[in-house]
């Protein structure tokens, strides 16, 4: 972290806490099997080192999708995948160098048989029938197991899908859009009646409302564009059974006004949108046209059709020719014949309207410039603008309606080109629905109700832009990951058909991760698939470390000359899943147990942390249950052809 500038956040952090759990799998089962080997030491056997390394690397390994993420996402998530791969690098490392050493200080004295062990004798008691009665219907376990993973597939397909969850910054910003053209008067009094309104709600500790933009060329906001922080109080001091979606909808209820779209959202999470994405809401439309107007026109249709979509709170398509302009329109014929310029006409304007800067006023070491223009009353009609004097050559006043057309006209606020295009902007505010879900409600509707000119596309960009960024680049990297995990596995295992069945792990854990982001009532997300991705990892480990049993126990007893009936298998499978139960619980518990606080935690990011660790905690239940049940019964399947003329009995 430190030779990489990786500072110490939540992301980071919470990279290690995802990995800490599995830190300590390796050494769980060498150190098991320390003792198993002391304890029977004549009958040793083959060593577990290279494979719970093995293992440890392709957890290691599977967090490569992570590295492929770009923009927003990959700034979010990189650390986590940097903190992780180290940790259980580092922990692959120790395993086969550190943990052996320690394991020759520590182990002393006699070695207690398993069989003395109280946990293990109850583990294996309550475990070897269960392994017997799925040897013994083999057939009916695996395709058990497929039903359960296709039954899952409905529960998944019901899952929203969004970008990102809400980060629960303990602020909210309330954005509301002014129309184009607000008098500056009229904007500080409207801020001013919400931010006592705001004030009001007990929730809220503190209100700061801004409009426009500040004295400084970072901040180009237009005066329609109001951003006010609100700052609460921490939940335990809200009203009871408030939430934060709740608060906020009551928010939007009551400040309603007219001409106004409401925006909500979080204030770090909306700078990184606004900087990544150049939109100020989860969702923008971008209206790409020949012209202005043919633009505003369709950008106009969009957001009338959004407003009918469910979950839009708010659809507001910039006005792109709704900002009021004053044009001076010089005529050269009357100028020229009172001996004028162009130049002297602006000047006049320039001087009298807008403010010239004449001097500098110094104030110790501070610089004030000091600019004169005409009284308010002078400068707010087209009648009192008329009557502005232009001095000619010869000292004569002439009123400026005698030398120019003056007149308020409608004109762009601002303009907006990407691509080589112009293009306008429809910002929309979801609530209460996965983004992508809804983008694709408000595909049809935009589709079904609004005729888009000639030489008129659109862009559905904001968050729905980065998911479909996000999800492409997973499309072609996680298989390339699998592949690569599989390649690991052969190397470890040498048996195609071993690789195989680590492999059904993953499908199979997914249906734990699926029932318990449907209970949570978590949608799929960037953060979700994070967790899925580390959920990958850890299958595979368990599934290594359980088909390790199941293969040296066969191993020992082919070598013994007792593989010769259907019973010495099962014998065999009884000895490798459930006489070493210990070592393999022990591993799925400990990175459960470094999961849980994840998944209770509270506080600002915990929504992010929380998605990252709920697939994991349910996916390594179910996993834990395939390498329970369903490895015994493919492993004696697959057996079970190399017994002296496929004996069954």
């Not at 599977?62 to 690098?89: D, N």
């Not at 184009?180 to 919400?194: D, K, S, Y």
């Not at 000119?453 to 996000?470: I, K, L, N, S, Y």
């Not at 298998?569 to 849980?596: D, F």
Request: proline share 5%; charged share 20%; no cysteine.
């Amino acid at each position: 972290m430190l030779q990489q500038n990786i500072t110490a956040n939540l992301m980071s952090l919470g990279g290690i806490a995802v990995a800490i759990g599995a830190m300590v799998d390796a050494s769980i089962v060498l150190v098991e099997n320390v003792h198993k080997r002391l304890e029977d030491w004549e009958h040793a056997r083959a060593a577990v080192g290279p494979s719970v390394f093995f293992a440890l690397l392709v957890i290691t390994v599977s967090f490569v999708p992570i590295f492929a993420f770009q923009s927003l996402e990959g700034r979010l998530f990189k650390p986590l995948a940097y903190t992780k791969t180290y940790a259980m690098g580092f922990a692959a490392l120790l395993s086969v160098t550190l943990t052996p050493a320690l394991a020759v200080l520590a182990i002393r004295g006699r070695i207690r048989g398993e069989h003395e062990n109280p946990v293990t004798h109850l583990l294996v008691r309550g475990y070897a029938p269960v392994v017997r009665f799925v040897v013994r219907w083999r057939g009916f376990v695996v395709a058990g197991a497929a039903l359960v993973t296709l039954g899952t597939v409905p529960v998944y397909l019901s899952l929203g899908t969004e970008f990102m969850p809400p980060l629960n910054e303990g602020t909210i910003l309330y954005m509301p859009t002014a129309p184009p053209g607000m008098p500056i008067t009229e904007a500080v009094r409207v801020l001013q009646m919400q931010d006592r309104e705001l004030a009001a709600f007990p929730e809220v500790a503190s209100v700061f409302g801004k409009i426009g933009r500040a004295d400084s060329a970072t901040d180009p906001a237009p005066l329609s564009m109001v951003e006010t922080v609100i700052q609460l109080k921490p939940e335990s001091e809200w009203r009871p059974g408030m939430t934060y979606a709740r608060l906020v909808q009551e928010m939007d209820e009551k400040l309603r006004y007219p001409g106004m779209p409401n925006t909500w959202w979080m204030p770090i999470q909306t700078r990184n949108e606004m900087l990544s994405t150049g939109v100020r809401a989860q969702l923008g439309i971008k209206v790409y046209g020949p012209d202005l107007a043919t633009i505003d026109r369709a950008a106009q249709a969009i957001e009338q059709a959004l407003a009918e979509v469910d979950g839009t709170r708010s659809a507001f398509a910039e006005r792109l020719t709704g900002g009021f302009y004053l044009d001076v329109s010089v005529d050269r014929d009357a100028i020229a014949r009172h001996g004028l310029r162009v130049r002297d006409v602006s000047e006049v304007v320039e001087s009298a309207l807008g403010g010239m800067t004449i001097a500098q006023t110094v104030e110790g070491r501070e610089r004030y410039p000091i600019a004169v223009r005409y009284a308010r009353d002078f400068r707010e009609d087209v009648d009192a603008l008329g009557r502005v004097l232009v001095r000619n050559a010869d000292g004569a006043q002439v009123p400026l309606g005698q030398l120019a057309d003056v007149r308020f006209a409608m004109g762009p606020d601002m303009v907006r080109s990407e691509a080589g295009r112009v293009v306008g902007l429809v910002s929309v505010n979801v609530a209460d629905r996965p983004i992508v879900d809804y983008v694709a409600d408000a595909k049809r509707a935009v589709a079904e109700r609004v005729q888009l000119p000639t030489g008129v596309r659109v862009e559905w960009a904001g968050q729905f832009e980065a998911w479909e960024r996000a999800r492409d680049r997973l499309l072609v990297v996680v298989p390339l990951t699998l592949l690569l995990v599989a390649l690991l596995l052969y190397w470890n295992t040498g048996s195609a058909v071993e690789t195989a069945m680590v492999l059904l792990a993953v499908p199979f854990s997914l249906v734990g991760a699926v029932w318990l982001l449907w209970a949570l009532d978590y949608h799929l997300s960037i953060a979700v698939w994070v967790g899925i991705i580390a959920l990958a990892g850890l299958d595979a480990e368990t599934g290594v470390v359980m088909l390790l049993y199941l293969t040296l126990a066969h191993r020992a007893h082919v070598a013994a000359g007792r593989m010769r009936t259907m019973a010495d298998l099962e014998e065999s499978i009884v000895e490798g899943a459930a006489r070493r139960i210990r070592p393999k619980a022990m591993t799925v518990i400990a990175t459960i147990a470094g999961l849980l606080p994840l998944l209770w935690s509270a506080g600002a990011g915990a929504d992010v942390m929380k998605r990252i660790a709920a697939p994991m905690v349910g996916g390594l239940v179910t996993s834990f249950a395939l390498e329970l049940l369903v490895y015994p019964a493919l492993f004696a399947i697959w057996k079970q052809r190399s017994l002296p003329g496929g004996t069954t009995e």
